[in-house]
């Protein structure tokens, strides 16, 4: 059974920032490609940033770059969000995503529908 434990969510004024984890039970970071993707009442989930089975790839979201980092620890197993110069905007549930369909161990998919297993939530709110 895999299991996606998130943490490191909470309350932080804009301009200040969160790192975020995310440990992998069940199935390794270095076996899958890992993503975060965030939600907010009424709105569909978003892809904010994944990195690639080999560690080498890693996509964002435009409103992200520059600011948020993803990284992975395969000795700990547990993939990272390092959220810098958060803005209020960023306010959002953060779910960390992991599957290994595809063999391109470059591949960094960034739709919903492509990712088999879900943690379940970090709230991150940002105050102005």
């Known amino acids: 059974q895999v299991q996606l434990v998130e943490s490191g969510g909470g309350l932080v004024q804009a301009g200040g920032s969160l790192r975020l984890s995310c440990a992998a039970f069940?199935?390794?970071?270095?076996?899958?490609?890992m993503a975060w993707f965030r939600q907010t009442p009424g709105k569909e989930r978003e892809f904010v940033a994944g990195?690639?089975?080999?560690?080498?790839?890693?996509k964002y979201v435009d409103s992200v770059k520059g600011r948020f980092t993803i990284s992975k620890d395969n000795a700990k197993n547990t993939v990272y969000l390092q959220a810098n110069s958060l803005k209020p905007e960023d306010t959002a549930v953060y779910y960390c995503?992991?599957?290994?369909?595809?063999?391109?161990?470059?591949?960094?998919?960034?739709?919903?529908?492509?990712?088999?297993?879900w943690g379940q939530g970090t709230q991150v709110t940002v105050s102005s």
């Open positions: 069940g199935r390794t970071v270095s076996s899958s490609f």
């Open positions: 990195i690639s089975r080999s560690g080498t790839i890693r």
């Open positions: 995503a992991a599957d290994a369909r595809f063999n391109n161990f470059d591949a960094v998919p960034q739709l919903v529908s492509e990712y088999t297993y």
